[in-house]
């Protein structure tokens, strides 16, 4: 089976563009046909598969890159793998903690502003990271 690269877009979801880099990279190294267009075999739509849904969660190219190259060694260890995959892992609860703590600062002083027509406002003071008294100092 030889597709053409809007083909394996289709079948993939990614985008012309994105192949293309992933071949500039050295992740696929699709065939040429004697007009240089390129030509996709059957196993290069499944890596071109496999990296889409890699990306999709987040994984770095590097970390595709690896995992690539361990799906494709049939005496990979999982261990391996694993590594790869819990090291994303702790970097995306880091990202969740990261982003627990903004809400709740963000809902903190949310609360703490009034909302209406005065010009104080704990939002700014907390976004400026001292009380507000530079504004009135500003306008004098």
């Known amino acids: 089976m030889n597709l053409n690269i809007g083909d394996v877009a289709k079948q993939t979801g990614l985008r012309a563009k994105t192949i293309r ?28 598969t496999f990296l889409s849904r ?8 590097d970390d595709c890159r690896a995992l690539l190259a ?3 060694d049939e005496s ?9 995959a819990r090291k994303h892992l702790d970097e995306i609860e880091a990202k969740v ?10 809902t903190h002083l949310a609360e703490e502003c009034a909302g209406d027509h005065r010009p104080d406002c704990p939002i700014l003071e907390g976004l400026s990271g001292a009380e507000c008294h530079w504004r009135s100092a500003s306008l004098a």
Not at 54 to 61: D, L, V
Not at 76 to 84: E, G, Q, Y
């Open 54 to 61: 890699t990306r999709a969660r987040g994984f770095t190219i």
């Open 97 to 106: 903690k990261g982003l627990q703590a903004l809400h709740a600062t963000l």
């Open 76 to 84: 990979r260890a999982s261990a391996d793998v694993k590594a790869i």
């Open 21 to 48: 880099y992933y071949e500039d990279i050295g992740l696929v190294k699709p065939l040429r046909d004697t007009n240089d267009y390129r030509v996709f075999r059957e196993s290069d739509l499944h890596k071109l």
């Open 70 to 72: 361990l799906y494709e």
